[in-house]
């Protein structure tokens, strides 16, 4: 059933929005430092040819085991600890990433928002994918970590970058919505983007954004 179809609208998302909201990407990220950074990229850049690419080149220098897997992998090829170690400020991750900003008025840098991420899971014993998804079958354990991350600069409209970045972990429930299509939902009352729908909208698809 389309998002349309459940709100009762003949002119909801188009059948090419709904074909776009299928999980697409077969390969799955094996770190949780690969699922951070994908998430903090993310938003308003390119997915296949800018974020995964630096993806690839802030980790896989320093990967212990490959950064995708059709599956569910055992283990953690990158934990977060290892990605404040080589990279303890946001010069340092910067300098391997880009200087992208979370926002051209008054944002962070990518990085800088991406290391207090990072520092925020640490801080909360979530070291590894394992650990997130542990977090997220256990409520009273993900809701402090959650609204500490809601508080680092760019979270973006309705936390989209948050949502997505649980939805990477594994958090099937969360979509990652296109910010026309939380504009049409919130336009029909629907102001939780966090819906329990199987599918993912990519906020870094341009062709959803504009």
């Not at 649980?166 to 939380?182: A, I, M, N, Y």
Request: proline letters at 8%; a positive charge; aromatic letters at 4%.
């Amino acid at each position: 059933m389309t998002l349309a179809m459940a709100h009762g609208e003949p002119n909801g998302p188009t059948p090419r929005q709904v074909a776009l909201a299928t999980p697409l990407r077969v390969m799955r990220w094996t770190s949780l430092s690969a699922c951070l950074l994908d998430a903090l990229w993310s938003v308003g850049a390119d997915h296949g040819g800018v974020v995964v690419p630096l993806v690839r080149r802030v980790l896989e220098p320093a990967a212990s085991a490959p950064l995708t897997a059709a599956a569910r992998a055992n283990g953690d090829g990158h934990p977060l600890p290892r990605l404040l170690s080589r990279f303890p400020d946001e010069t340092a991750l910067m300098a391997a990433a880009n200087r992208q900003r979370t926002s051209t008025r008054n944002g962070v840098s990518k990085a800088e928002a991406a290391l207090r991420y990072a520092r925020i899971l640490v801080d909360h014993g979530v070291h590894e994918l394992d650990d997130a998804r542990r977090m997220l079958d256990t409520p009273e354990l993900l809701s402090p970590i959650d609204r500490a991350l809601s508080r680092v600069p760019g979270e973006g409209q309705h936390g989209i970058r948050r949502g997505y970045f649980w939805l990477l972990c594994g958090d099937e429930d969360r979509v990652k919505l296109s910010r026309r299509l939380v504009q049409w939902l919130a336009d029909r009352g629907a102001h939780d983007p966090v819906l329990p729908q199987p599918a993912v909208i990519d906020v870094a698809t341009p062709r959803l954004m504009d």
